[in-house]
C-alpha cells in the first residue's frame, strides 16, 4: 500500500468521523428541540385540563356583583350568600341525604351481586351481568326521562325515595366492577380454610373474605357517592319544587341568575369530590403499606 | 372458643360432603340467587320498567302505530338534529384522541414524580362534576368573559365575540369533559406493554420514532378503541354540557329529548327520539367491537 493511499485513507476516515460527530450533534440538537415542542405541548393541553377548573376558585372570592377575571378584591360575600339562602340549603342539604343513602344502598347491593357474579353458578348470568352494566353505556338522557315519566304517577318523583331507587341504579354498577375485581385478586382458599376451621359461610364472609376486598368495597363506595353527589341529568328531570338538589339548583341558576354565587358552590362541589377522592387515597395506601 | 369445639366442628363439616360435588369455592344456586335478588329488583323497577315504557310509548302514544316515527324521518329538523348529534361525537371523539395520546403517552413514558404530576392533572378534572365545568367554560366564553376580555385587552377585537352558544362552545366544552374518558384506557394499554420490548427495539437501531410507530403505536390500539368507543357513546347522549353551553343552532338530540318531556310534554316523541338515539349507540357499539376483534385478529396473524 502506497503512503499516498495510506494517507488518503486516513484522511477519509477523520472525515467522517467529523461527518458523524456534526450530524449525531445536530441529531442531539433535533431530539432537544422535538423534545421541547413536546414539552411545550404537553403543557399546553394540561393547562386546557386544569385551568377551566382553577378559574372557579379566585372566581368565587371575587368582589365584584357579576363575573369578573381576575378579581380586583377579595370576599367571603358569596360564600355567605350560598350559605344563608334557605333554598340553597335545602338543595345541599337533599343532596348530602341522597347521596349517603345511596352510597349505603349500592354498596350493599352491588357487593352481594358481585359475590354472586364472581363466585355463583345462577342461568342467565352473562346476560344479567351486561344488564347491571348498562346504566353506563345507555345515554343518560335516555334513563332521565324514562325514570321521570315513569315515576311521577307513583308519587316518586321530586322526593327521596325516588332519588335514591334512580341513583342507586346509577351508582351500583360502579360497586359491581370494583368489588368483582376485588373478589377474583382474593385467594379463595383462605375463605376454604376459614370453613374448615368451623366458620359457617356468613362468618367466612365477615371475618376473611370481606377484610380482604376492603379496598374495592371502599372504591366502589367512593364512586357511588360521587355518581349521585355531582350527578346532575336525572336531578334535572327529577326534582320538583320541594325536593330539588343542589346541581338542578345550581343547573337553573346558571340558566337565569348567573352570580358569583355559581362560583362558590362549584368550589363546594369540586372541594367535596378532591376530599372524597382523596381520603379513598390514603385509605388505599394505608392498606397497601399495612399489607407489606 | 375452646380446643374440642373446634375439633368438633371440623369433623362435623368434614362428614357433610358438598351437594352435588360442587367446591366450596362456587356458591349453590339458592344462594347465588338470594345475593342476587336486591339489584334484580332495582333492576327491574328503576330501569327495565321506565326504559321500557319510555320506549315502548313510541309506538303507542297519542295512537297505536308509527306515527312518531314517521314524523322524525318526515322533518328535515329532526333528521339534521340527529347528523349533526353524530357528527358532534365524532368531532369530540376525534378531539378527545388527539389531546389525550399525548398526555397518555407522557404519563406512561415519564419519570414517576413527573407522570403522577400528570396523573393529577387528568384526574382533576374528572373527578369535578360536569355541571361544574360547563359553568367554567361559560365563565371563560361569555360576552364579558375570559377570552373576549383577553382579545378586546390586546385591541385584536372592538366588539366581543359570540362565542357562548354555539356548536364551537358545544365541542369545546364537551371535549374537555370527555377526554379523561379517553386518557384513561390508552394510558392502561400503554402500561401494559412490557419495556422489554421497547429496550430490544433501541438495541436493535431503531430510534424513538420508530419504536413509537412500530411498538407502542399498534400495541395501544385496544386502549385506543375502548377510549373512542367511550367518549363517542357518553358524547353521543350528553345532556348537561349542550343544554347550559349550547344554543337553539347547536340543538342535539339529547337537548331535543329533553324539550319534548319538559316543554312540549309529547312523550310519545320524546320516546321515538330516545329509540333511536339508543339504537345508534348500539350500532356504534357493535361496530366499534367489529372492529377490535378484527384488529385483535391482525396483530395475532403478525
Known amino acids: 500500500m502506497s503512503p499516498d493511499l495510506d494517507f488518503a485513507l486516513a484522511a477519509r476516515q477523520a472525515n467522517n468521523e467529523e461527518d458523524n460527530l456534526s450530524s449525531r450533534r445536530r441529531l442531539s440538537v433535533r431530539a432537544c428541540l422535538s423534545s421541547a415542542a413536546a414539552g411545550f405541548v404537553l403543557f399546553a393541553i394540561l393547562l386546557f385540563l386544569v385551568l377551566p377548573i382553577l378559574i372557579i376558585f379566585p372566581m368565587s372570592f371575587g368582589s365584584a356583583s357579576y363575573l369578573e377575571f381576575p378579581p380586583r378584591g377579595l370576599t367571603l360575600n358569596w360564600y355567605q350568600h350560598y350559605l344563608s339562602d334557605p333554598e340553597w340549603r335545602a338543595a345541599t342539604l337533599f343532596s348530602v341525604k341522597i347521596a349517603i343513602a345511596t352510597t349505603f344502598s349500592a354498596t350493599v347491593i352491588g357487593t352481594l351481586a358481585a359475590i354472586a357474579f364472581a363466585r355463583g353458578r345462577f342461568p342467565g348470568k352473562s346476560l344479567f351481568q351486561a344488564l347491571t352494566l348498562s346504566p353506563m353505556i345507555i345515554p343518560h338522557i335516555v334513563i332521565a326521562v324514562a325514570v321521570f315519566i315513569a315515576f311521577s304517577p307513583l308519587n316518586l318523583s321530586g322526593n327521596f325515595l325516588g332519588f335514591l331507587i334512580a341513583h342507586t341504579m346509577l351508582a351500583v354498577p360502579y360497586v359491581v366492577l370494583t368489588v368483582v375485581a376485588a373478589l377474583q385478586r382474593f385467594d379463595t382458599t383462605l375463605e376454604l380454610a376459614a370453613m374448615n376451621c368451623g366458620a359457617g359461610r356468613i362468618r367466612a364472609f365477615f371475618s376473611v373474605v370481606l377484610p380482604n376486598i376492603r379496598v374495592g368495597v371502599a372504591s366502589g363506595a367512593v364512586f357511588a357517592f360521587l355518581a349521585s353527589f355531582d350527578e346532575a341529568t336525572v336531578a334535572f328531570f327529577l326534582s320538583g319544587v320541594e325536593g330539588k338538589t343542589i346541581t338542578r339548583k345550581m343547573f337553573e341558576d346558571i340558566d337565569f341568575n348567573l352570580t358569583p354565587v355559581i362560583a362558590a358552590v362549584s368550589v363546594v362541589l369540586t372541594v367535596t369530590s378532591l376530599i372524597v377522592m382523596g381520603a379513598l387515597h390514603l385509605f388505599n395506601r394505608d392498606r397497601t403499606s399495612a399489607h407489606r | ?302
Not at chain 2, 174 to 194: D, E, K, S, W
Request: hydrophobic share 55%.
Open chain 2, 1 to 302: 372458643m375452646t380446643k374440642p369445639m373446634k375439633i368438633r366442628s371440623l369433623t362435623g363439616r368434614a362428614a357433610a360432603p358438598m351437594p352435588n360435588g360442587l367446591s366450596a369455592r362456587q356458591y349453590p344456586l339458592g344462594l347465588s340467587l338470594l345475593l342476587i335478588a336486591p339489584l334484580f329488583l332495582l333492576l327491574g323497577f328503576g330501569f327495565i320498567y321506565p326504559v321500557g315504557r319510555l320506549l315502548g310509548q313510541s309506538f303507542f302514544a297519542p295512537e297505536l302505530g308509527l306515527d312518531n316515527y314517521r314524523r322524525l324521518l318526515e322533518t328535515s329538523l329532526y333528521l339534521r338534529v340527529l347528523i349533526r348529534t353524530i357528527t358532534v361525537a365524532f368531532v369530540v371523539m376525534s378531539a378527545s384522541l388527539a389531546i389525550g395520546y399525548p398526555v397518555a403517552l407522557a404519563m406512561a413514558r415519564l419519570r414517576r414524580d413527573l407522570s403522577s404530576l400528570v396523573m393529577a392533572c387528568v384526574l382533576l378534572p374528572l373527578w369535578t362534576s360536569a355541571l361544574v365545568r360547563s359553568y367554567a367554560w361559560i365563565v371563560i366564553l361569555q360576552r364579558r368573559g375570559l377570552v373576549n376580555d383577553v382579545l378586546s385587552g390586546l385591541g385584536l377585537i372592538s366588539e366581543p365575540l359570540k362565542l357562548l352558544y354555539t356548536e364551537g362552545a358545544v365541542i369545546l366544552a364537551m371535549t374537555h369533559v370527555l377526554v379523561p374518558f379517553m386518557i384513561l384506557p390508552i394510558y392502561g394499554a400503554l402500561r401494559a406493554i412490557p419495556p422489554d420490548l421497547v429496550q430490544a427495539a433501541r438495541n436493535l437501531g431503531a430510534d424513538r420514532v420508530n419504536v413509537f410507530i412500530r411498538i407502542l403505536l399498534p400495541l395501544s390500539l385496544p386502549g385506543v378503541f375502548a377510549g373512542c368507543l367511550m367518549t363517542f357513546i357518553l358524547a353521543l347522549g350528553f345532556y348537561v354540557t349542550p343544554a347550559l353551553v349550547g344554543g337553539p343552532s347547536s340543538l342535539l338530540m339529547a337537548t331535543l329529548i329533553g324539550q319534548q318531556t319538559t316543554e312540549t310534554l309529547d312523550w310519545g316523541f320524546a320516546g321515538a327520539l330516545s329509540t333511536v338515539l339508543l339504537l345508534v349507540t348500539l350500532l356504534i357499539v357493535i361496530l366499534f367491537r367489529k372492529v377490535l376483534s378484527h384488529s385483535r385478529g391482525i396483530s395475532n396473524v403478525a
